[in-house]
């Protein structure tokens, strides 16, 4: 038996099937033959993490500064603005003129015959469009995913709405009313509870 050098999917049920420590090459698992086995720490190591994700988007997503994005809105022809956060987080706090659709429903949302079809989406494959989230890193996983569908000129708002507020451009709630810098600040501070902390490592020695 070989040990497979590269980061594999568990063959069946998951992570729970690795906690013997073996994580069988799934697409050798029919032919007892040829199975590769790994050890379970040896996958942690390679198993990749959301900001792994993060960074490898940025490597071909194009992003936009707040500033740049600001002059663009008042051209002739500004681009879609489209929020991809949730829909609690667009109702406290959005810039003027921008849609929302989560980014768990964007692939529906971006094509015909679907509940979340978004008609003004669908039609804007060749229309500018800057995607915005908190601070720029859902909306780079939605830029990468809308390039591949098909869009022309998607961009990520560099930094998010919390960039933007940070250059104390305008934000408003769902009900138009402007809200300062230092309201958006607050809405848009973690609130995490203890269970989602990272937890604290013991050391022994």
Request: charged share 20%; aromatic share 8%; net charge negative.
């Amino acid at each position: 038996m070989a040990l497979w050098p590269k980061p594999l999917v568990p063959h069946n049920g998951g992570l729970e099937a690795l906690a013997g420590g073996w994580a069988l090459h799934p697409a050798e698992a029919s032919s007892p033959a040829c199975m590769f086995i790994i050890p379970y720490s040896l996958f942690i190591v390679y198993m990749k993490r959301y900001q792994d994700l993060i960074t490898e988007c940025l490597k071909t997503v194009q992003e936009l500064q707040p500033w740049d994005l600001q002059e663009k809105m008042q051209t002739e022809s500004p681009p879609l603005l489209l929020d991809v956060r949730e829909p609690y987080e667009f109702e406290k706090l959005q810039i003027q003129g921008a849609i929302n659709v989560p980014r768990g429903v964007l692939e529906q949302a971006c094509e015909y015959g679907f509940e979340e079809t978004v008609p003004e989406l669908v039609k804007a494959r060749d229309r500018e469009v800057v995607v915005i989230c908190r601070s720029g890193n859902r909306s780079a996983l939605a830029t990468f995913t809308m390039s591949i569908l098909g869009y022309q000129s998607v961009k990520s708002l560099k930094t998010g709405v919390k960039g933007w507020n940070d250059f104390e451009l305008p934000l408003q709630n769902i009900q138009g009313q402007i809200l300062s810098a230092d309201e958006a600040e607050e809405i848009l501070e973690y609130h995490l509870r203890p269970e989602q902390m990272l937890p604290k490592t013991t050391v022994v020695g």
